[in-house]
């Protein structure tokens, strides 16, 4: 059987859909497409998530094809078994997925990791005899072995790359493969919940045997504008001998039509230009995409064929004008996220992933820094999408370590890994502007510190001379450093520079504000930005970005609440007389440092940058009253305890202190319609007014002025007394079976429908029909219960249920809550 | 659409140390793992701040004294502002140092 197709039986193909063409393929080819075929060769991506069997915990023999693995558990991923209950769990030492006495302590949530082993059976039999099959992991954590019919095929030690095993050696071509994962996740590896498991996609791809497009092999970037027309340089690589074949590369436009196409004769590698005229450019306002395929042809017959997303753009820097994208100067708005989808733990559900990055675009982010490892294949290509700019970051530590297990133990033999596995699948990507190789990486001014820099820096341009490499830097720079000229940057041969920012085009700098103008009178040739911030500095960062042209903008710390680095934003009331220092110990398991909570809800910070950002022209929140005998206290990546509520009936005895943000002059607090305070706004003030107000009942309206005219009006309205549940759905996505995520708010309201907003008190759920709850739980930091189960807490009045589509069909959900009215909402996956 | 080039980030040849260049130490700019190096300087500093080794003890922050300065512990209150401009006057006189 030869391993060929042309073209019309390719397009037959694709007509008929992967599920009636590819009928072997175990459990994933009985299932229907997830996404319109359309964009996709059906020989390579195809989906291998669901139908693995799991076990946690570890055991003898498990690689082994012929394991009895019945009794395990059926899983389709992704996978995470860290946001699962802790087996035989009881409280208070552990509630959920959280213990008191995990090894990663508050770093990880309190939350376990261990040994887990993952098996799926399939079969290759419809395949030509020949092809080679190829599995890809798009991340496991942490360090996995892989085994193919109990051979070992593959292991990996970094849990963010992806990487991919050649299957043909030991595969059984007529008959079952099996196919096994032992996943471990050991000692403190992890500053940040991490997860625990094969938590990303994974995929398998049928190849040409003789000759095929290399892994992650084709290179493009747009390298011109001129008159009208764009140029994109391609460089596309192949395995194995070329002789006798071309490649075919195209631009296809978002209405299908051939923008640009060029044909060539084959080598191991390829460099082509393609010229598009009047190309629809891609930036964070408009996405625009192009479809990039790459076509492996013998004569007119089709080989291998690849398809990626590509947007035609162009990224400038310089201390003139800041960054600029296709000439436009464009601030970065940015924010540092943790990989986890909150309640989902590490899973990275594309449908997770694009309510996420909606969220922040909501709120006037313009780009994330995925701090500090190299992000799903689903979350970049949601930020090319929806138009995210985004860092990829390869590292939290070098050669020196944070955690006794971090990356340092194998970072000497296994860099390399990380730097191709960062760059080689990001590097067509729009939506990536710059490489990371690390975030406040220990000791990293030393000699050896310096020489890593260096390697890091240009294995990366090695791989893609296209964008420029940075690293968060906290601290001091270091020792000033001059490089001769073969070492050096072009154009800094013989040039004071620091030691952390001599190999680095764009240094980033962690809450390094003070230091940002000063420097820059010694060094006005660098182009700067907050690559880790403090929330409390947002009118700070937002005013630099107004006057400072070298400084691009800000990644506040962080976009959104992640698990682990428990309680690093949290705030308590201290004694009176006591030392101004809290611990946020056990139960305390999510970081509360985000601008948006846990489950996507907006939080005080994020009503005040609304209005550094302009989104909004004025928002206004009350400071929680400190009980009689302390005082507030906020942790540095914190905000005070503010709530958007007008609910104080216990606070009567003394004046609230009511913060008003606004661009405006002055501002007027009006308490039922009477005028109860004013205060005109300087620079000094940075868009804050604090106004006493004495507590009544009703309804407190914030008047923003400027120049003699009102600009903005918000209120905030006492809320009446919990009567029933709201459950409300979010729109659905387009996905299909298992990858569809339904998505449903279930809030606490008084009889005018408010939302009760410091409401905690148990909600139980009802599911009938077709899905399951992939999550339930609310943004509360500390520990409540378990994530999967069907009972929760709200937190703030609200909870979030996550559902998983099992399929077309209906999902009609009841929540309950003692006293209350239930409600029902009705979910229909397709 | 304007005309424009992209910018290109070429690797460089090979490595070759930088030369380091003499310095002044400092509770601004100098790591703090430069001054526990230096023993005169270490002692400058526990002698303004007594207890120095304790308060930079914890598993948090001594991943990063090779990138701290005493500066930059102000943030977290491991260290006040008052004792800094002392200790920067007796690390000038120890003059510079590579």
């Known amino acids: ?830 | 659409m304007t005309n424009l080039d992209a910018p290109l980030y070429p690797p460089a040849k090979a490595y070759d140390p930088p030369r380091r260049l003499p310095r002044i130490l400092s509770s601004r700019e100098t790591p703090i793992a430069i001054l526990q190096s230096i023993p005169a300087a270490w002692a400058i500093v526990n002698k303004q701040i007594p207890g120095m080794d304790r308060r930079i003890g914890n598993e948090m922050i001594k991943p990063h004294l090779g990138n701290f300065s005493l500066e930059s512990l102000l943030v977290f209150g491991v260290v006040q502002r008052e004792p800094l401009a002392r200790i920067d006057a007796e690390l000038a006189r120890l003059g510079e140092v590579m």
């Open chain 1, 1 to 830: 059987m030869s391993f060929e197709f042309d073209t019309n039986r390719r397009q037959a193909l694709m007509v008929a859909g992967a599920g009636a063409v590819f009928p072997m393929v175990g459990v994933a080819a009985a299932k229907p497409p997830v996404l319109p075929q359309r964009a996709s060769w059906p020989l390579r991506d195809i989906p291998f998530d669901d139908g693995w069997k799991f076990h946690r915990g570890g055991g003898d023999g498990f690689e082994q094809a012929g394991l009895d693995d019945s009794t395990w558990r059926v899983v389709d991923l992704p996978h995470d078994w860290g946001v699962e209950d802790v087996p035989g769990g009881t409280e208070p030492a552990q509630i959920g997925p959280f213990d008191k006495t995990a090894v990663g302590k508050g770093a990880t949530g309190f939350t376990v990791g261990g040994e887990g082993w993952y098996r799926k059976r399939f079969s290759v039999a419809g395949y030509a005899p020949d092809a080679r099959i190829e599995l890809t992991f798009d991340g496991i954590y942490l360090e996995s072995d892989v085994f193919l019919n109990g051979h070992p095929v593959s292991s990996n030690v970094n849990g963010y790359i992806p990487f991919a095993i050649d299957l043909t050696p030991y595969l059984d071509r007529k008959g079952d493969n099996v196919v096994a994962v032992r996943v471990r996740n050991e000692g403190r590896n992890t500053r940040w919940y991490a997860g625990s498991g094969i938590y990303r996609q994974v995929t398998l791809d049928v190849l040409p045997s003789q000759c095929r497009i290399a892994r992650w092999g084709v290179a493009a970037w747009t390298r011109r504008f001129a008159d009208g027309r764009a140029e994109v340089d391609l460089t596309t690589s192949l395995e194995g001998d070329a002789a006798g074949y071309e490649i075919v590369t195209r631009l296809i436009d978002a209405e299908g039509r051939t923008a640009a196409q060029g044909r060539v004769a084959a080598g191991s590698e390829v460099r082509q230009t393609l010229t598009v005229q009047g190309p629809r450019l891609w930036s964070p306002d408009h996405p625009n995409l192009y479809r990039l395929e790459t076509e492996l042809r013998r004569g007119d017959k089709v080989v291998d064929r690849l398809e990626q997303p590509f947007g035609v753009r162009i990224v400038t820097f310089d201390p003139a004008r800041g960054m600029a994208i296709n000439g436009e100067v464009i601030k970065l708005r940015g924010g540092c996220v943790h990989h986890d989808n909150g309640l989902l733990g590490a899973c990275a559900f594309r449908d997770a992933d694009e309510r996420r990055i909606r969220l922040l675009k909501q709120r006037g982010f313009n780009a994330i820094r995925s701090s500090h490892n190299p992000a799903s294949r689903s979350l970049r290509e949601t930020c090319d999408r929806l138009g995210m700019l985004m860092i990829e970051e390869a590292f939290d530590a070098w050669h020196e370590h944070k955690e006794p297990q971090d990356f340092s133990v194998h970072f000497r033999e296994h860099w390399e890994e990380v730097i191709r596995g960062m760059v080689l699948p990001a590097r067509n990507s729009a939506s990536v502007i710059m490489w990371s190789i690390g975030n406040e990486i220990p000791f990293r001014a030393s000699d050896e510190g310096v020489e890593w820099e260096w390697k890091l820096a240009n294995a990366v341009k090695t791989l893609d001379p296209t964008r420029p490499v940075t690293a968060g830097l906290n601290g001091v720079l270091g020792q000033e450093m001059i490089a001769g000229a073969d070492t050096a940057r072009p154009g800094f041969a013989g040039k004071v520079d620091n030691a952390s920012t001599m190999f680095l085009d764009v240094p980033g700098y962690n809450y390094r504000l003070d230091d940002i103008e000063r420097e820059h009178s010694s060094h006005p040739e660098r182009v700067v930005y907050g690559s880790e911030t403090f929330a409390r500095e947002v009118f700070d960062y937002a005013a630099l970005m107004d006057r400072a042209p070298y400084f691009l903008g800000e990644f506040l710390w962080t976009a959104m609440d992640y698990i682990g680095e428990a309680g690093i934003g949290a705030t308590a009331f201290l004694k009176n007389g006591s030392l101004p220092y809290y611990f946020a110990a056990w139960p305390w398991v999510n970081a509360w440092c985000g601008d948006l909570d846990l489950i996507g809800c907006q939080k005080a910070s994020s009503l005040a940058r609304d209005v550094a950002w302009g989104l909004a022209p004025v928002t206004m929140t009350v400071l929680r009253p400190a009980p009689d005998g302390t005082f507030p206290w906020t942790a540095n990546w914190g905000w005070p305890d503010e709530l958007a509520s007008w609910n104080w009936d216990d606070h009567k005895s003394k004046p609230l202190k009511v913060r008003v943000y606004t661009a405006g002059d002055k501002v007027q607090v009006i308490l039922n319609g009477q005028t109860v305070g004013e205060k005109a706004l300087a620079a000094g003030d940075k868009m804050t007014a604090e106004l006493p107000v004495p507590y009544a009942a009703g309804t407190l309206e914030a008047v923003a002025w400027k120049n003699g005219k009102v600009i903005g009006r918000t209120h905030l309205e006492t809320v009446g007394e919990a009567v029933s549940l709201r459950v409300s759905a979010e729109p659905l996505s387009q996905r299909r079976g298992r990858d569809a995520l339904a998505y449903l708010k279930i809030e606490v309201v008084d009889a005018k429908g408010r939302v009760l907003p410091d409401d905690m008190r148990p909600v139980t759920l009802a599911l009938e029909g077709s899905g399951e709850l992939a999550a339930f739980g609310s943004a509360n930091p500390q520990a409540v219960g378990s994530l999967k189960a069907s009972h929760t807490k709200t937190f703030r009045g609200k909870a979030l249920a996550i559902l998983r589509g099992r399929g077309k069909g209906a999902l009609r959900i009841t929540a309950h809550s003692p006293g209350l009215r239930g409600a029902n909402a009705r979910v229909a996956f397709e």
